[in-house]
């Protein structure tokens, strides 16, 4: 019968029913997922129960995948045991809530930020896959910015005036932006600045777009506070409400999304009353930008 795609916005988002991925999928199939992934950037599957392996599965029919940061320390207990697993939750190992306050906690609540999947490394994310196990009865929600819609918005002299720039992208900087300051010295080693490209071109759709977010902190070869009031007059304009799909959250839905042009973040809730278990696998990407 094939899949049924259905448009959430105009050119961004798209719902897609008809899959079962705890089983694989054929390649006519898996190709049908790939082109609309790639018209619509974001896709909302609902309905698939996943584990972590079937996730991990279907995740790599997209490509290799990263292993979770959050492998970096070696002094606390992870809760999922597959590295490729990003554990994007409320709770501890023993399955218990995390109060607010906890440093894993403010950690979290940088995804609160705009900001696309790894853009602090070097080779940067291709792409997200993010499973809802457990979610709040309100709140939680997760927004999503299209930034090929923003940049085709901008005029014609701005885009060629900032074709050309690089940002430095830090997972350390952009947490400092909430207050967090609690990395392990063998996490800032791991994790340096990187220098991304202010513009990407998407390689399978040929579509420009701005790529910046929270981990952007200032542009190469510009005094730091101008290139900052650069990125965040651009970051203003990129995630008005006409550029923006705010995706509310049901269990065992999964939302995939392309990191080379989309702009997310997380949303409030409460977390001192509510469990919110979330699965991510990262799609790595195939060089630096």
Known sequence: MGILVKELGPGFGAEVRGLDLRM???DDTFAAVRDAFHRYAVLVLPGQALDDEQQIAFSLRFGPLETSISTIRTDRKRRVARPEISDISNVDAESRL????????????GNQLWHSDSSF??????????SAREVPPEG???????????WDTLPEERRTALCGLVAEHSIIYSR????????????????PPVQQALVRTHPATG???????????????WPVEEGRRLLRELLEFATQPRFVYRHAWHVEDLVMWDNRCVLHRGRPWDESRYRRVMHRTTVAGEGPT
């Open 176 to 191: 400092s932006l909430i207050g967090y300051r609690d990395f392990a010295e063998e996490e800032r080693n791991a994790l």
């Open 140 to 150: 939680g929600e997760t927004e999503f910015a299209d930034l090929r819609a923003a």
């Open 207 to 221: 579509r420009r777009s701005l790529y910046l977010g929270s981990h952007a902190s200032h542009i190469v070869g």
């Open 24 to 26: 694989p999928l054929d």
């Open 121 to 130: 490394k070097r080779v940067p994310a291709m792409a997200s896959l993010l």
């Open 98 to 109: 995390l109060d607010p306050a906890d440093e894993r906690a403010r950690y979290n609540a």
